[in-house]
């Protein structure tokens, strides 16, 4: 196996926020080491936030910058702060086409939607953060189904298992927008409260 810059950021996140990385050898790798660190005595307060963020923008593949403002955005916002800072990030345009297996990793789906690939509501949209709303129908170019980057997305449609919000018509390859972004908290690879605690300490 080739260890490269993912999989070794992955192993000091000590989580698998890289598809490449989401295997059980690196789960019994990974283990290894927080045993190791452990050892060595914990991490601070301020360190396990940090960490804490860490894991999240990269889960998310966004930008130092962008997640800082999903964060304010979501402190501005009414409610749940957790809930919001969450319903931000997944319902970003790339991860949507990520949830619906329209690709298999979030550089594929960015990709995707960058080079003008897939469509909202019959319009074509190329920014990867694009955020959805209810209703909204995605769907891929007419011109791009027959590129190499579908070549295996029936496949990739069988057994498909989407959140509840994400409804995907496989036969005609749309994916629509059912209700409210969400996610289970307890499928996440980060405490998503100690990383808001991060940026309100």
Do not use: C
């Not at 810059?5 to 000091?12: E, G, H, S, T």
């Not at 970003?92 to 297996?101: S, T």
């Amino acid at each position: 196996m080739q260890i490269g810059p993912r999989y070794k950021k992955a192993r000091y996140l000590g989580a698998p926020v890289f598809r490449k990385t989401q295997t059980q050898k690196f789960a019994m790798r990974s283990q290894k080491k927080t045993k190791v660190r452990r050892g060595r005595g914990g991490k601070s307060e301020y360190g396990q936030q940090l960490l804490e963020k860490q894991k999240a923008r990269y889960s998310y593949g966004v930008s130092s910058g962008q997640f800082t403002n999903y964060v304010k955005k979501a402190l501005k916002s009414t409610g749940d702060n957790s809930r919001n800072l969450l319903k931000l990030l997944e319902g970003r345009l790339d991860n949507i086409v990520l949830r619906a297996n329209f690709a298999l990793s979030r550089f594929a789906a960015r990709q995707m939607v960058s080079h003008g690939h897939i469509m909202v509501n019959d319009k074509i949209v190329t920014i990867p953060s694009y955020e959805v709303k209810i209703g909204d129908k995605i769907s891929i170019r007419e011109g791009s189904k027959k590129k190499g980057i579908f070549t295996d997305l029936d496949q990739n449609l069988i057994n498909l298992q989407t959140p509840e919000w994400i409804k995907v018509d496989t036969k005609k390859r749309e994916i629509a927008i059912a209700s409210e972004p969400s996610v289970d908290m307890s499928e996440l690879l980060f405490d998503v409260r100690s990383v808001l605690e991060f940026y309100t300490r």
